[in-house]
């Protein structure tokens, strides 16, 4: 909170003691005029008393008039020593009258009395200079009556020194309603402090729930993304994981109306691109708190209100999983002190990561394990080549996504095509015979006789493409090797840049030995119905 605002919520405080007692101001002036009165009817001589009586009696009904409004409807607090300066002028009026009609200096002293109230009632410092000004130059108006009167000179003296004591008087209650209002923001930044690390540790706490609830990882990111949303307040909140290639981040789960767009449109950002990018890459916190000032900063279409941001990496040791994002329509609106518990946060992400891509791992090889085991024994049983090709085709899409998979079987210096998964019908893909050029994919493969990855297929010269369909991007060949020899390859396509990863190269190795085993067992099948045929 700057001075400005501070000094305006000061004010307004004082403001609000004033308003409170204005009834009871109200009331204590009705009861002074009618005890005035009673002393104007016992001292004053006949000839001013009527014009001073009525005066008083009148300011009495004003005051209590002004009481009852007050009562029915009570003036709003930035009024209140605009009501004040009314009851002030009241008094000064009834008091300067006095003054003048009876021409005695002595009645000064009611004036200087009425100023040192001022500086009691007052607590607007500006409201307090206009009714002292008010009052000594309304009192200067007589000076002329008492030219040459060294009473008017002590007179003059003693409201100098009432007016310094209602300077003194004002300062003092204010530097006091000063230093409550003061513990009083600090008590209350204090408790909101305490409510929002409150707010912090519970939100750590129920992360530390959810990790042992079992939950698949992308519902696990999404409720700690909207934990994460409520206990600190953000405007939107993402977790973006590394992608297998290790080349940009994917949001994988987010929190908001605009993350939730976000994660539907596959958002992804580039290592070292935007604060994003630039956490990812440097594995450090940052904390912007103004981002129109930040120059890493890239305006989000999503969140084009965005004034700060705050990101952090989900690591664990030196091994970067991604990064959480949390992002705010309020300037500042992070603090140093939220570090450390989003730290701890941040340590939480990541080994929930971590633990649910083991399970995943897991059920992942249970599920090899089961495709297998059903795979042999469907290869137990009497069928086709190119059926048995067609059944380990199938199985293998749901061990290792692709959007295309063949088997090619070599024909002198032609590929043919024996099984396909993933075209359209109507394409004729039996047809096919690609040639094999020196240098090729296949080629390649021939002399090596070891799996070929391409990160992206569209970058080789060389590469054959196939019309009415979706370019490859990933792309993956396993040779399927007998007696030593290359007789084919396994080819399986990834339409988007998704690089294919050591573990499902080896899976997908592991089909391809299934496959040489299909072709021999086809082999062994049609020559005992060779045999059978002849002997019959």
Known sequence: MNETTALD?????????????????????????????????LSLPADILPPLLQLTLASALLSVGLWAALRARPAQARDAHAVLAIQFGLALINHLALLYLSHDIQQTLHVALLIIAAGLLTLSSQWLTVLILAALGSWALAAPTYTG??????????????????????????????????????????AAELRRRTEQMDANLLVGQQLNAGLPLNELLNTIADLINTHYRCSYVGIFLLNRAQTELVLHAAAGEAGHLAVRRETTVKLGRGIIGWVARHRQITRVDNTAQDARFIHWDLMPDTAAELALPIKIKDQLLGVLDMQSDQANAFEQADLSPLELLG?????????????????????????????????????????????????????????????????GDFLKTVAVQGFPENKSVFSWRVPIRPGDVFDEICRTQHPLVL????????????????????????????????????????????????????????????????MENAALYDEVERLAMTRS
């Open 149 to 190: 009167n060294a009473a008017w000179l002590y007179a003059g003296f003693g409201l100098l020194c009432a007016t310094g004591l209602a300077v003194i008087a004002h300062r003092t209650r204010r530097t006091a309603y000063e230093r409550a209002e003061h513990l009083h923001q600090r008590n209350q930044q204090q």
């Open 455 to 518: 990160v992206d297929a569209l970058r080789r010269a060389d590469w054959y493409h196939l019309d009415d369909v979706l370019p490859a991007r990933s792309w993956m060949g396993i040779p399927l090797i007998h007696d030593d020899k290359v007789v084919g390859m396994l080819s399986l396509t990834r339409e988007t840049h998704d690089p294919y990863t050591e573990a499902e190269v080896t899976f997908a190795g592991a089909f391809a030995v299934q496959a040489i085993i299909a």
């Open 347 to 411: 340590e939480q992400i990541a080994f929930a990561i971590q633990n649910a891509r083991i399970h995943e791992q897991e059920r992942y090889h249970q599920h090899l394990a089961e495709t297998l085991y059903r795979l042999g024994r469907a290869l137990a049983r009497p069928s086709s080549q190119q059926e048995t090709f067609q059944l380990i085709l199938q199985q293998l899409l749901s061990v290792v996504p692709h959007d295309r998979s063949t088997i090619f079987l070599r024909d």
């Open 9 to 41: 919520n000061l004010q307004q405080r004082l403001n609000h003691i004033l308003h409170d007692q204005l009834q009871t101001i109200a009331l204590v002036a009705a009861g002074y005029y009618v005890a005035l009165a009673i002393l104007h009817a």
